[in-house]
């Protein structure tokens, strides 16, 4: 079996694996499609994000769908031949976070294709992965494996959804409109809001934020005086999803929410500074988002009825034998969006 496997930066190959059977309450899944997500990104790049480090060589990826090739001993939610989106998230259920419903948090959390742990655990960006049977998630017919593969930052979406609390008739401003951006504009037609302002530094993604149905999208470098119109008073967004990781597009969001407004932070970058004085006196309510739980069958559930489309974010797919012209196109905001490898 081959994969795609980091060495250390910029070091990308294709590597041969083992292939085990699946043991009693696992299933083998033959892998079909498999998005680069940023997180991918920066293990490519530079070798890790943050603290996280390659310590050791690595399959990475984390969004997948394929087709279930044999089942273990014991499975009954599927069977071979059944057309599967796999939720890299697999939690120990046992420790105290998990005990209390907080499974995202797990102390002994186990997650495709990340370093946090060593040694690192391996993704899913290879021909079959054996996984744990809960983890095989059942597609409606008319859903395709390549939108199956969307589940998992659509999940993260969706959490990020619910910790902002309810959308619907709510005015919303989402900066930074990457993969995750762009799924936020889903997620909050889903819930109803009535106003969606999206704003980034290039216009390629913006032009995906119209067609994803952003009421506004604004390239805030050309324009550095778009939002004045939403400054009214003190500001009248009620809610942000901060999807860049940027400081400078935090603090520029910062003035045109309104008092009590929520400000749920998705995107990761370098340490910032927050304008704690600025926060409290308009009482914003900050609020982090971290991966997903129930929202991964959510997100698969939602597409497979058809009242979330994810198709216009997949801008490129490409065979896995070529994942560093892939990785170095899903690198490039001014081509793509969401770049998937088959398999």
């Known amino acids: ?4 496997v980091i060495h250390a930066p910029k070091d990308l190959r294709i590597d041969s694996y083992p292939d085990p059977a699946p043991t009693p309450g696992e299933v083998r899944v033959k892998i079909a499609n498999g998005g680069i997500c940023g997180s991918d990104l920066h293990y490519y790049h530079h070798g890790g994000f943050g603290v996280v480090r390659i310590q050791q060589p690595m399959a990475l990826g984390h969004e997948i769908a394929g087709v279930v090739a044999a089942v273990g001993d014991g499975v009954t939610n599927v069977k071979p031949g059944v057309r599967v989106a796999v939720n890299p998230s697999r939690p120990c259920g046992q420790c105290l976070h998990c005990q209390e ?3 995202n948090q797990c102390l002994d959390m186990r997650f495709l294709g990340s370093a ?5 655990v391996q993704g899913g960006f290879r021909e079959f ?8 998630v059942p597609i409606a017919d008319k859903l395709s494996l390549a939108e199956a593969a969307v589940a998992e930052p659509l999940a993260v979406c969706l959490h990020a959804g619910k910790q902002a609390g309810p959308l619907l008739g709510k005015r919303v401003l989402i900066t930074g409109c990457g993969p995750i951006g762009a799924l936020m504009i889903l997620v909050s037609r889903f819930g109803g809001a009535s106003e969606i302002v999206v704003t980034d530094v290039a216009d390629a993604p913006l032009a995906v934020a119209k067609k994803l149905g952003a009421t506004h999208a604004i390239n805030i470098a050309t324009d550095a005086t778009a939002l004045d119109p939403w400054r009214a008073g003190k500001g009248v967004f009620d809610t942000l999803f901060e999807a860049s990781g940027n400081q400078a597009a935090l603090r520029t969001a910062l003035d045109v929410l309104r008092p009590g407004a929520t400000l749920v932070q998705l995107g990761l970058g370098g340490e910032m500074t927050l304008p704690i004085n600025f926060i409290v006196a308009k009482e914003l309510q900050l609020r982090g988002t971290f991966r997903f739980d129930p929202e991964f069958e959510l997100a698969v559930r ?3 009825e058809g009242l979330i489309d994810v198709k216009p974010l997949i801008t490129a797919t490409m065979p896995f034998e070529n994942a560093v012209a892939a990785f170095e196109l899903a690198s490039d905001r001014s081509q793509s969006m969401k770049v998937q490898l088959t398999f």
Do not use: E
């Open 101 to 103: 419903g907080m499974r």
């Open 129 to 136: 992965i054996t996984v744990d049977a809960k983890q095989a």
């Open 116 to 120: 946090m742990r060593f040694p690192h």
């Open 302 to 304: 939602l597409m497979g």
């Open 1 to 4: 079996m081959r994969a795609v």
